[in-house]
């Protein structure tokens, strides 16, 4: 906001205060002044709201990525001292998908499969979308596999390890490579 001395009384002290956190703008000064600044206040308005919601999501984004990268380190830590490394994953889904028991629930080929594209990622981490199309490509149909990932995320058997924009990136957790173990043959 760009104030002219042809704006203020030479008599009267002007000030102008804006709180961006808050979106708030307080104008003191002569009428003269006020009325010009109210004439641009829906620019001054759309500028704060700008500035507020650009901060506030890269706080919260902060917030987000500082606890889920707490979340991924005790999770780690967990996975460490499990017998994961009796868990290794072959080269191919079937030779993979046979080392499990017959009668397993589609929740528990949700898991299986995650920890397959997983396991072949170079991050050691995976997207839903991958495990819905490895699932397709291997003719494994579920009835909702993204809900079947959700379920399983709620259980404590994923865990986030990162956020690309919208995009998660999740990890099979401690309880989840204990829950394989339990299904194998």
Known sequence: MELRS????????AK?????????????GSEQF?????ANIDAIADYIALLST??????????????????AEVEQEKLASTSERELQAPNTFGEWLHRFKDDISDLE??????YYVQKQSSQNDFKTSEVNKS??????????????????SKK????????????KYMRVSSDGVNHLQLLRR
């Open 34 to 38: 006020v009325e010009g600044q109210l």
């Open 6 to 13: 042809e704006d203020v009384e030479m008599n009267k002290p």
């Open 135 to 152: 699932l397709l490509e291997h003719g494994i149909k579920l009835s909702n596999p993204s809900r079947s990932l959700q379920n399983l």
């Open 156 to 167: 404590k058997l994923f865990f986030q390890t990162r956020k690309d924009g919208k995009l």
């Open 109 to 114: 080929k949700a898991l299986i499969t995650a």
């Open 16 to 28: 102008a205060r804006i709180n961006f956190k808050k979106g708030e703008v307080e104008l003191e």
């Open 54 to 71: 650009n901060n506030s999501l890269d706080e919260e984004s902060i917030v987000e990525q500082e606890e889920i990268a707490a979340v």
